[in-house]
């Protein structure tokens, strides 16, 4: 527990360092944007898992499924920009044993990122690459305990500009979440849903969405 205590106060200071920035930024280039999104979730990575009961499970997962976020930040002049993102998706958990697939609980995942992207200028059609940090929150339906963890984020996509203030965009993302080996997962006074043998969990997203300029 002490470890992740740490991580989410340095978390902070990236957090608190990355705000410092944008506020600069914008002295410097006067262009703050807001960019609403939605996508899809899916490939999130099976992770071996052995239950409360000592029954091993073949695998634990999240289900596929929508999801919605939104990204604030400001443009730099490489060209490129600096962002808060926040993406959260309502799924459900999944436990598959013996060829059989269980839902066990509703689950909510939720990711919190400070990013920068870079752009490829192509008249008004803009590809660009992307790379974050942050944290990754599961929230389980039931009364077992919400996750905290460290995550790390890549992509690429094309912004396409509609007008200088407005634009349309789509990307892909990829998600890591680093999981300690042998973690507890979904604890409640003791009680642990699951202990995972995993050091990563991945999860990718398709995303569309649309950018305003100030």
Known sequence: MRY???LRI?????AVVAICVLVNT???VAEVFVAPFGGYSFGSSALSAIDENGV???????AESNHWGVMAGVTTPDPGSIYLLYSHQPSQLKVTSNLNQ?????????YLHVGGALYFPKGNFRPYITTSA??????????FSNETNFSMGIGGGAEYQITPRF???ADVRGYATFISSSQALFCNSGNCKWFVDADLMWQGQLNAGAKLLF
């Open 4 to 6: 992740k205590q740490i």
């Open 26 to 28: 914008k002295v410097a």
């Open 56 to 62: 091993e499970q073949s695998s634990v997962n999240f």
């Open 10 to 14: 340095e978390i902070v200071k990236i």
């Open 167 to 169: 634009s349309l965009f």
């Open 134 to 143: 942050g944290l990754t929150q599961m929230r389980p339906g039931d009364s």
């Open 102 to 110: 269980d839902v066990i609980s509703s689950l909510d995942v939720d």
